[in-house]
């Protein structure tokens, strides 16, 4: 399947899974009782250097293209633990590759070489309460006061916000310019004035960390905009487009997993003298996730296609996130309902799969908002 998409990356994405298989597999249990990764995965992973796939190698990342990015999503994304996939990927691939693109470089010298080795981790801070997607309503304020920046505002739903050494906090600097009213900053979590209020209890996702922030009068200096003051709007929606498909790639490798554990077992399983996977509504069922699993492939590469390109690729990146993190879902349903009993509790991992994709179809933008988007590009088609 999709090895023949990435066949120039087959020999990395092999490396990929070995180090799954004999580094962070054989914990995720142990860390999902837990209810938490150690940071000591950011370090396995930095070593090995896959948080530098998108940095440049002068700051000791590998330099590589989006489509090995997505090479990496596919293969990690099949490791039964989504809140650790996603908040590896969040802190490599989104902040800080929007670190090394717009980033001034006292920041970039600062921070991005640690954060290639695992030693810094990184958060990106959108969300508030009450606005959730709805960028355009929040209210962290940036306020300039002589060579300083003050920052206040409260942030939630943050992946890494609980462990983060650094976060991209995206605030409003100006209530009269519009979109070119905001402006994002990189934040110590050291300085005073940060505070994590609480790390949020969810229905999966439970060793990693999401967390509430806030910012009371919080000191920065210049060296810490990211870009130009007044860019905020525009880099968090070109993030959105990457940190969606990021998404969606890793839902991906998840409906993989699925498949590949959902045939295994009604192999496995016996019932009445045969393979549960003999009987007609099982195979059915099997039959139905695997064309869910190459339509999404389909839809993905295409997408993946056009952004490495540097096309125009929203309404399709959007499509993409919509169907295949709502087919993700279905499908660990599917998985429950083949497993029967077993699928229901903790020692299968259907159950972990359907908790944990459960909220993808909401991160990143709501499959609601992925159809308002799509619908709007065709009005332009029009």
């Avoid at 994002?184 to 922030?213: C, H, I, M, Y």
């Avoid at 929203?314 to 349903?333: L, T, Y």
């Amino acid at each position: 399947m999709y090895t023949n998409y990435y066949a120039e990356h087959t020999i990395f994405v092999d490396s990929v899974r070995k180090l799954v298989e004999a580094e962070l597999k054989p914990r995720v249990n142990e860390w999902e009782k837990a209810g938490n990764f150690p940071d000591e995965v950011f370090r396995i992973l930095g070593q090995q250097g896959f948080l530098g796939i998108l940095i440049p190698e002068e700051y000791d990342g590998v330099g590589g293209d989006y489509r090995m990015a997505g090479a990496w999503c596919e293969a990690f994304g099949e490791l039964p633990a989504v809140g650790l996939t996603t908040g590896v990927n969040m802190h490599s691939l989104v902040i800080s590759h929007s670190l090394a693109k717009y980033g001034s470089k006292a920041a970039k010298d600062r921070w991005l070489r640690r954060a290639v080795a695992g030693e810094a981790i990184g958060a990106y801070a959108f969300s508030e309460p009450g606005a959730g997607s709805d960028l355009a309503n929040i209210r962290t304020r940036a306020v300039r006061e002589g060579s300083k920046w003050i920052l206040n505002g409260s942030k939630t739903f943050i992946t890494n916000g609980a462990r983060a050494d650094f976060i991209l906090v995206l605030s409003r600097n100006d209530v009269n310019a519009g979109y070119k009213g905001f402006t994002t900053f990189v934040l110590d979590t050291s300085l005073p004035g940060f505070k994590v209020n609480k790390k949020l209890d969810k229905l999966g996702w439970r060793s990693s960390d999401t967390a509430e922030l806030t910012f009371e009068n919080v000191e920065l200096d210049d060296s810490c905009v990211l870009g130009n003051v007044g860019d905020g709007w525009i880099q968090a929606s070109n993030n959105l487009n990457w940190e969606r498909m990021m998404l969606t790639l890793l839902s991906l490798g998840g409906m993989r997993a699925i498949l590949k554990d959902s045939v295994r077992y009604a192999q496995d399983r016996k019932a009445f003298g045969k393979s549960i996977s003999e009987f007609g509504a099982v195979s059915n069922m099997l039959q139905q996730m695997y064309m869910k699993l190459v339509t999404g492939e389909s839809l993905c590469h295409h997408a993946l296609d056009l952004l490495c390109e540097g096309k125009p690729c929203r309404a399709e990146v959007s499509m993409a996130k919509r169907q295949v993190c709502e087919d993700a879902i279905w499908m660990a349903d599917r998985a429950i309902q083949i497993h029967g009993g077993y699928g229901y509790t903790t020692e299968f991992s259907p159950e972990r799969w359907w908790r944990d994709l459960r909220i993808m179809t909401i991160g990143g933008g709501t499959s609601e908002i992925m159809a308002n988007i799509v619908v709007k590009e065709m009005e332009l088609l029009g």
